[in-house]
Nanobody
Framework: QVQLVESGGGLVQAGGSLRLFCAASGRAFSSLFMGWFRRAPGKEREFVAAIRANGGATYYADSVKGRFTISRDNAKNTLYLQMNSLKPEDTAVYYC?????????????????WGQGTQVTVSS
């Protein structure tokens, strides 16, 4: 069993930056494909970014490509999301998730483990 806990969210002005953290318990983290999703007010949860277990490949939604960077440190059991050039439309609850890689990495059903989420609010 893997437990995921997000942190690092907060209030930031448009154009600013935030770094999200996802701390994982258990020894399985280094074998998990990891992703970030978000749910904006009144919208369904959507894929943001994902990274392979060894960090060798990353994947991004078009809406964040070039602004967000996903990374991981398997020695620290931690997943990161560096968010730059934030926009008001990035306002959402951000979730980290873990699973085993398939081509459906942008789909929620691929992920077995989920955190509780951290709120990110971008003011204009």
């Amino acid at each position: 069993q893997v437990q995921l806990v997000e942190s690092g969210g907060g209030l930031v002005q448009a154009g600013g930056s935030l770094r999200l953290f996802c701390a994982a318990s258990g020894r399985a983290f280094s074998s998990l494909f990891m992703g970030w999703f978000r749910r904006a007010p009144g919208k369904e949860r959507e894929f943001v970014a994902a990274i392979r277990a060894n960090g060798g490949a990353t994947y991004y939604a078009d809406s964040v490509k070039g602004r967000f960077t996903i990374s991981r440190d398997n020695a620290k059991n931690t997943l990161y999301l560096q968010m730059n050039s934030l926009k008001p439309e990035d306002t959402a609850v951000y979730y980290c998730a873990g699973g085993y890689f398939t081509s459906a990495y942008a789909q929620e059903y691929m992920y077995r483990y989920w955190g509780q989420g951290t709120q990110v609010t971008v003011s204009s």
